[in-house]
């Protein structure tokens, strides 16, 4: 499906848009990073003379970016996107507890599987930088 027939795009870590732009289109709704690709870009901001023009090619034209990084690192990224751009940290600690708890269901040892089906429905976000909406 073209870009432009699609209502959502989720794009993963630093997947290009740039050159491909005929072919998936150039805006990202969600953009979901991992902690090594969000240190290294909260990095080169953090580095970057001008803090509006440091955001790296794949964060711009992006709504929304969901972190698996830090409080200091989702700011950092959150510095350098549009006002109207927001960085949301990912519950990693819930992420932890949902991976554990699956495992155990799936390898069969008995424990606490009454947790499963929250963590299946449970949000998957912490916080947001944006701003309330007006």
């Given at each position: 499906m073209p870009r432009a027939q699609a209502d959502v795009v989720f794009r993963v870590n630093n997947c290009p848009v740039a050159g491909f732009e005929r072919l998936v289109g150039r805006s990202t709704s969600v953009r979901f990073l991992n902690s090594p690709r969000s240190q290294l870009w909260a990095k080169q901001i953090a580095a970057a003379p001008r803090?509006?023009?440091?955001?790296?090619?794949?964060?711009?034209?992006?709504?929304?970016?969901?972190?698996?990084?830090s409080e200091e690192t989702v700011k950092r990224l959150a510095s350098s996107l549009p006002k109207n751009a927001s960085v949301t940290r990912a519950n990693t600690q819930f992420r932890k507890h949902c991976a554990s708890v699956n495992f155990?269901?799936?390898s069969g040892t008995p424990r606490d599987s009454s947790l499963l089906p929250r963590c299946l429905s449970a949000p998957l976000l912490l916080r947001s930088s944006a701003p309330p909406p007006p």
């Open positions: 803090r509006s023009a440091a955001a790296p090619p794949e964060l711009r034209n992006n709504d929304h970016v969901v972190s698996w990084g155990w269901a799936a």
